[in-house]
């Protein structure tokens, strides 16, 4: 892998990880046609350098894996929303945990 192939390699890496904290997956899709060609090269590479790529890598692999994760659960909990099995929890801008969904109505019996 040449020199400026490695730099191109890291603003990649570093890109990705930014558009995994920004929640920008049409980003990360742009950058694949990118990540594809660059990958081709990467049996080229010294050991420092894979010392260097490899944590950076390791790191957004897990932050892919919370993105999917997350997203998994959003399906499951929307699926449950529209069947109306229960309430759906959300998170406010405070970060508390804020419930939507039927409220229990109570009947007054009077005599």
Known sequence: MTPEMYDELLDLIDQEHRFLMAGDL???ARLAP???SLTAHVRTLSGSQVQEVQPLLT???RL???AMNGLT???RQLAQARQGHRNL???G???R???IGPRATVVERRA
């Open 26 to 28: 049409q980003g990360i």
């Open 34 to 36: 990118l990540k594809e």
């Open 59 to 61: 790191r957004n692999q």
């Open 64 to 66: 892919f894996q919370a």
């Open 73 to 75: 659960m959003a399906r």
């Open 89 to 91: 929890t959300t998170y």
């Open 93 to 95: 801008a405070d970060g």
């Open 97 to 99: 945990a804020r419930g």
